[in-house]
C-alpha cells in the first residue's frame, strides 16, 4: 500500500517543506490521472499546483507517468524549480515551465503542459487555432505559439534551464494557453480544476477544428466577445466535470494502490 501524503509531510527531509493539505496532492495525482485519461497526457506531460501558503513555491510530481501518480509522488519546488526540500527522487527535466510561469504571472495557481498530438498540427502552421464551441471558449483571446528556436536557435526542443522557462513565459503573456512549435501547448488557470479543463478543451477543439476544415465552407469561429462571455460561465462550472473526470480515475487508482 502506498505511502499517504499524510504519513510523509512534516517530517525532516520529508517531501514537503512546507505542509499542506493532503487532499491537495491527493488532487494533484488525480488531476494527472484524469489528463492521461483525456488524452492530454501520454506517458509525458506534468501538471503543478502553486503552493497555497506560499507562493514562492509549487508542487508536482516527481518525473514519472502521470497516469500512475499518487499523492506520495507530489514534491515541493521553489520558483528556481528547485526542490525545495532534500529530494533524491527523479524530476521533470521541464519543470522550470512551470516555476518560470508563476514567476510572471501571480494569478496563476495551476499550470498543465502537454504534448497533445492533436495540437500539435496548429504549432506547425501560421493560422491560429480559433474556438470552435463555447466549452473551449479562452480559446477566442487567441493563443500565442513560442517557438524556441527564435531564442535559442536549434535545439532538442525542451523547455529544460530558467532562460527557456522564462522566454515562453513571456510568449504566453496574459494568455490562458500557449501553443508550443513541434512540442505540444501549455495551459493556465486561477486553480487545479480551470488549468486541467483548459488543457483537456484544447485538446477537444483542436479535434473539431481539425474535422470543421474537413468540411465545405468557412468557419465561423466564437468571436472574442462571445469567448469571454462563455469563458465565464464554464469557469463557474467547472465542478461538474471535475467531479465525473475525477469519479472516472478514483476507480483506477484503489485498484492501483490495491496492488502496490
Ligand atoms: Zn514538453
Known amino acids: ?39 492530454v497526457f501520454d506517458g509525458f506531460g506534468h501538471l503543478s499546483v502553486r503552493h497555497p501558503d506560499r507562493p514562492d513555491r509549487f508542487l508536482m510530481t516527481k518525473s514519472m507517468a502521470p497516469a500512475l501518480a499518487f499523492a506520495d509522488d507530489v514534491v ?34 495551476s499550470i498543465v503542459h502537454s504534448h497533445a498530438y492533436s495540437v500539435i498540427p496548429f504549432t506547425l502552421v501560421e493560422r491560429p487555432m480559433q474556438a470552435m464551441f463555447h466549452t473551449a471558449a479562452f480559446v477566442a483571446e487567441g493563443l500565442p505559439v513560442f517557438d524556441i528556436a527564435d531564442e535559442f536557435g536549434e535545439t532538442d526542443m525542451l523547455v529544460s534551464d530558467r532562460a527557456k522557462g522564462d522566454a515562453l513565459a513571456r510568449c504566453l503573456g496574459q494568455k490562458p494557453a500557449c501553443l508550443m512549435r513541434g512540442h505540444g501547448f501549455v495551459a493556465v488557470g486561477a486553480n487545479l480544476k480551470h488549468a486541467v479543463a483548459r488543457a483537456i478543451y484544447t485538446d477537444v477543439n483542436a479535434r473539431i477544428e481539425l474535422q470543421a476544415n474537413s ?27 471535475w467531479e465525473l473526470w475525477k469519479s472516472r480515475v478514483l476507480r483506477d487508482m484503489q485498484t492501483d494502490a490495491g496492488k502496490a
Open 76 to 109: 515541493e519546488l521553489d520558483l528556481d524549480s528547485n526542490p525545495a526540500a532534500d529530494e533524491r527522487r527523479p524530476l521533470f527535466l521541464e519543470r522550470f515551465i512551470h516555476g518560470e510561469i508563476y514567476k510572471r504571472r501571480p494569478d496563476v495557481h
Open 1 to 39: 500500500m502506498a505511502m499517504s501524503a499524510a504519513d510523509r509531510s512534516g517530517g525532516a527531509g520529508g517531501w514537503s517543506a512546507t505542509p499542506v493539505e493532503p487532499q491537495l496532492a491527493q488532487d494533484i495525482a488525480i488531476a494527472s490521472r484524469i489528463c492521461a485519461m483525456e488524452n
Open 215 to 241: 468540411l465545405d465552407g468557412s468557419i465561423k469561429p466564437l468571436s472574442a466577445e462571445e469567448g469571454k462571455l462563455a469563458d465565464a460561465v464554464n469557469l463557474a462550472g467547472v465542478g461538474r466535470p
